[in-house]
């Protein structure tokens, strides 16, 4: 399966509750909880601090579209430190203008699917049309299958949520 049948599938599967249900638990385990079962039927629970070995630290310039992944299981900001620093350094920006430059992610591991499932970072309050942009860029890039504008929808749906349309998958 390549990214774009994966993504497709990730959208599809959010139409239906046992889709979402089915994403809910693979988010979970790709973020490094595990479920455990309780008097009031079981609940989710970290393991640990941290998210694991699972999850890596992503940043995207949407100026030229480099981007970085960090390692997973390290330093989560690493990949975005990094190309904020670069900026600074060849002088092209100040901190405050590289730090609001480059966006910040996470890419998570789930068993279940080849590709990390991409959030990015402050995504709710992301211009709707530029999150559009990015995520398909993070596509493109095969970076992972983003999963911010969903979850966004998820939250300001209703009754049933306005899908995204993946442009380059239709």
């Known amino acids: 399966m390549n990214i774009y049948e994966e993504h497709q599938k990730f959208v599809l599967m959010m139409q239906t509750p046992e889709g979402k249900k089915e994403f809910e638990r693979a988010w979970h385990l790709a973020s490094n909880y595990r479920w455990e079962e309780n008097e009031i039927g079981g609940s989710w629970l970290k393991n640990g601090a941290g998210a694991g070995n699972k999850v890596a630290g992503i940043a995207i310039d949407p100026e030229t579209w480099e981007f ?24 092209a920006q100040t901190p405050d203008e590289a730090e609001r430059r480059i966006k910040k992610g996470w890419a998570s591991k789930s068993e279940e699917w080849e590709f990390p499932f991409v959030t990015i970072n402050g995504a709710f ?30 939250l300001r749906a209703e009754d049933k949520p306005p899908l995204p349309r993946c442009e380059i998958c239709d």
Not at 69 to 89: F, I, K, P, S
């Open 125 to 154: 309050f992301i211009e709707s049309d530029f999150l559009k942009t990015l995520e398909d860029k993070i596509l493109e890039l095969g970076i992972g299958v983003p999963v911010s504008s969903v979850k966004i929808a998820l």
């Open 68 to 91: 970085l992944v960090g390692a997973y299981g390290q330093d989560h900001d690493w990949a975005y430190n990094r190309m904020v620093d670069d900026l600074c350094e060849n002088g």
